[in-house]
């Protein structure tokens, strides 16, 4: 039975990997991922050397199909992604749909780790029983409806957003509802890195508020009143 393993490895901090994931990481026979380059860096800090095959974005029919290959050979396989819990932001759910469709006797498994929603729900201060996650705001077409749905969720909402478009993520955000601008926020800037920076407001304060504009972010919106 071919085994296909999702490992989580670090957002940031090599040392937040799992003794479990380094132990996966090794016992494969072949390692799928986003950018081989990213993923080669991890490999060698922890000195493992496999073969590396990469998916490099969703609805790539080619990558995906060297994948089943190598499960139909009775290969193991782990996938991972730039950083943090594969599956949630990348072409992971495309892949495990191609594998049920095509091999469903291969065994899923997930190997769990790092996560900057979770990292900074953790730390926010609000409860969080209940949430949504959603993912990267889309670049051009959606984006009032992503923001709407922001705004208007009776649950706290992660997003998460590119150094290049925080500042105006946050103003589109606000302008979408002005008595929401009041909405609690809780900023997460490099999450387990040297710089980490967690910072905790109003939406109105972050439109004003200056941002260092370095590294990627986590953003939690939430109509909880500290």
């Not at 049920?100 to 969080?128: D, F, Q």
């Not at 601008?181 to 967690?198: N, P, S, W």
Request: charged share 25%; aromatic share 8%; net charge positive.
């Amino acid at each position: 039975m071919p085994h296909l393993y999702f490992v989580a490895t670090p957002i940031g901090h090599l040392g937040d990997i799992t003794i479990r994931a380094l132990e996966t990481l090794r016992c494969v026979d072949v390692i799928v991922c986003e950018d081989t380059r990213v993923t080669r860096k991890l490999l060698e800090h922890f000195q493992i050397s496999k073969p590396l095959l990469s998916v490099r974005q969703r609805g790539s029919v080619r990558d995906i199909e060297r994948v089943l290959e190598s499960l139909r050979k009775g290969l193991s396989a782990a996938y991972v992604t730039d950083a943090g819990t594969p599956g949630l932001s990348d072409p992971g759910g495309e892949l495990i749909e191609r594998v049920l469709a095509g091999l469903p006797e291969t065994k899923i498994v997930p190997i769990p780790g790092p996560n900057a929603a979770a990292a900074l729900g953790s730390v926010a201060g609000i409860p969080l029983d209940r949430y949504t996650v959603m993912g990267f705001p889309p670049h051009k077409k959606g984006r009032q409806a992503y923001f709407k749905t922001i705004i208007e969720s009776p649950l706290p909402i992660f997003f998460y957003e590119s150094v290049h478009r925080i500042r105006r993520t946050l103003r589109e955000v606000a302008d979408c509802l002005p008595e929401a601008q009041d909405r609690y926020c809780v900023i997460g800037r490099e999450l387990t890195k040297m710089y980490e920076e967690i910072l905790r407001g109003s939406l109105r304060e972050f439109v004003n508020r200056p941002i260092t504009e370095k590294g990627e972010f986590v953003v939690l919106v939430s109509r909880w009143k500290l």
